[in-house]
């Protein structure tokens, strides 16, 4: 789909020099990629929440010593 849009040239400048893109179209599908990929992270950070909510490695690893049967150690 073809769009007319009035982009600042130092802020595509900057984007192209950022992203090693050769095209200003490359630059841009680069960064919408870039900033959609981000929004969908944060989501999904926000639904699962901090990593303090996650079990540490420690804790992660005494739960599998206490699963696995004394013979397989």
Request: aromatic share 2%; hydrophobic share 45%.
């Amino acid at each position: 789909m073809k769009t007319t849009l009035d982009i600042p040239v130092l802020l595509l400048d900057e984007a192209m020099r950022l992203t090693g893109a050769k095209t200003k179209r490359k630059a841009v599908l680069t960064a919408l990629d870039d900033f959609t990929r981000r929004a969908k992270m944060k989501i999904l950070a926000e639904k699962l929440g901090d990593s303090n909510t996650f079990m540490t490695s420690d804790k992660l690893m005494a739960l599998r010593a206490m699963e696995t049967p004394n013979d397989a150690r």
